[in-house]
């Protein structure tokens, strides 16, 4: 028997009395809530010039892998990080916390891009993640990481296939993927509409909040010089450098990377390749002891769905449920705000979830957040560099970023560093994706994308226009 479609078992009111007095904050960062010290506030740099080999421009994951990695290689050079609000309060504070060894947002999208490279791919993303892991160690970052895998899930009929399809192309890379029947995944997390999945074990999953947070400690422990609240306003060639400047201040700097993810900054040629795309995300209260023992879950897998607009989902340390996905919002003309983060994409993630678990019906929701994404028409990032080789870049990890943030921090240092390496011999690093096309063309390409992609999670049938994007080696997901 069909089922009902997904959140249509759920009225609007049980999802809106689910979201009363949610707090309107990222769950991760909300140290008063967590019972946890707020980090204290770095001064802004204060007005005048100032020197230093390197500044970093962004405190998210790529900024401070950047710092890190620029003092590992040379302890005494001198290294400043401007971050124009709080250190770790974007996209690196706000994720679903998934780690995965991918470098090109999985497997199959490699794959497509760069058949002949896939190997080398794999084999620097597996590094990059032994090395990210061996890091938390180094710098004793406790950040609640752990590796209970991730299961892809099929919801739907027409979900069955590609669940199907990602693990043949797994196996057939080498990756020690399970394929679970309805019966198997419902054992471990029972919903009533989970078709099939496939697991692999290799998916870790970390407290966002704490692993940025941790990050920032060790920059610093390492002679890094943070600065809050210091948006960078322009960059200027000074002699063999590059001056940064910053309001009323300013650094003269050998040497400059930028991790600015989303945020469109005083490098504008970036802004046609990266999109600023809306992802929403939910936390639960604690589930009870009825609630855990109705759902499973005993293993803690991270979970996600194979729809075009998909849910990643997982069951935090404290066993809350953090739910996020689906939707993904664009606003023309690229505008990124505090007012758009509060959406009815929320109300929809809370009848999604319930419909999933039933036995959620009578859940609270304790926080609802959204991050911008910094979407590529490749959904990898970009890498170059700028002012005659002064500045290397970094930006545009579509919604897999946690763990990737490292290598990428390492491709700019690399680029930066004008010596060629593997990293900066990669097609994925030498070559631009597609650029997206100007406003207001792009808003409308955008909208066509998303009903092109909605309407194929319905029906299972790829219309003409996803086609024709699949042949121009574009698509747009979360
Ligand atoms: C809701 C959500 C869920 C996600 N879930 C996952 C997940 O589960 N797994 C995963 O791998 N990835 C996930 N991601 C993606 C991941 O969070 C990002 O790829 C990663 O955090 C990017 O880090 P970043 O440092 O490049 O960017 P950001 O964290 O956005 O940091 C950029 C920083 O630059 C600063 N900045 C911007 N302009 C200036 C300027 N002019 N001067 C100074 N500072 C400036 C910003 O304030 C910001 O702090 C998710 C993202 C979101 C939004």
């Known amino acids: 028997m069909p089922q009902t479609p997904l959140g249509e078992d759920v009225t609007p009111a049980r999802a809106a009395a689910a979201l009363t007095g949610a707090r309107q904050h990222s769950y991760w960062t909300d140290w008063d809530y967590r019972g946890l010290p707020e980090p204290s506030l770095r001064a802004p740099l204060r007005p005048g010039a100032g020197r230093a080999d390197l500044v970093i421009v962004g405190g998210g994951f790529t900024g401070l892998w950047a710092a890190i990695q620029a003092k590992e290689a040379d302890p005494a050079r001198s290294v400043v990080l401007l971050e124009s609000g709080r250190v770790g309060e974007a996209a690196s504070g706000r994720n ?20 002949e490279e896939i190997d080398t791919l794999e ?15 180094t710098y ?9 895998g991730e299961l892809t899930i099929a919801l739907t009929e027409h979900q069955v296939e590609r669940v199907r399809e ?4 797994a196996r057939a890379h080498g990756h020690e993927v399970e394929l679970l029947d309805a019966t198997q995944v419902r054992a471990r997390v029972d919903s009533p509409r989970y078709l099939l999945a496939h697991r692999d074990p290799h998916i870790g999953l970390v407290d966002p909040g704490l692993l940025v947070r941790g990050l920032a400690d ?14 960078v306003t322009a960059f200027e060639t000074v002699g063999a450098g590059l001056r940064v400047t910053c309001g009323d201040a300013s650094i003269d700097a050998e040497g400059v990377i930028l991790g600015t ?27 009870t002891a009825e609630q855990l023992a109705a759902i499973g879950w005993a293993g803690r897998e991270g979970l996600t769905d194979a729809g075009n607009q998909f ?3 997982r069951r935090t340390l404290d066993d809350r449920v953090l739910f996020g996905g689906y939707d993904a919002n664009y606003h023309f003309p690229g505008r990124i705000s505090p007012t ?3 959406s009815a994409s929320h109300d929809l993630l809370a009848r999604h979830l319930i419909s999933i678990f039933p036995a959620l019906a009578e859940v609270r929701f304790t926080h609802r957040w959204a991050g911008v994404i910094d979407t590529t028409s490749r959904f990898t990032p970009i890498f170059g560099t700028a002012f005659g080789g002064r500045l290397a870049y970094a930006v545009g990890y579509t919604g897999l970023g946690v763990g990737s943030t490292r290598f990428g921090a390492a491709v700019a240092l690399d680029l930066l560093a004008g010596v060629p390496t593997e990293r900066t011999e990669l097609a994925m690093v030498r070559e631009l994706p597609m650029p997206f096309p100007p406003e207001p063309i792009r808003y409308a390409v955008v909208r066509a994308t998303r009903s092109a992609l909605a309407a194929e999670d319905r029906t299972g049938r790829r219309g003409l226009w996803l086609k024709v994007l699949d042949r121009m080696g574009i698509g747009f997901d979360t």
């Open 96 to 115: 679903g916390g998934f780690v995965s060894p991918s470098l090109t947002h999985g497997l199959a999208q490699g794959l497509a891009c760069w058949p």
């Open 123 to 137: 084999r620097l993303g597996a590094e990059n993640y032994a090395g990210w892991k061996a890091s938390l160690t």
């Open 140 to 148: 004793g970052i406790d950040c609640g990481f752990h590796e209970p």
């Open 166 to 169: 990602g693990y043949e192309s």
């Open 218 to 231: 060790a920059a610093e422990r390492l002679g890094v010089v943070v600065h809050e609240h210091s948006p």
């Open 261 to 287: 993810g989303a945020f469109r900054g005083p490098l504008k040629r970036l802004a046609i390749y990266t999109l600023p795309v809306y992802d929403h995300v939910l936390m639960t209260e604690p589930l």
């Open 311 to 313: 849910h990643y989902y």
């Open 340 to 342: 758009l983060e509060q």
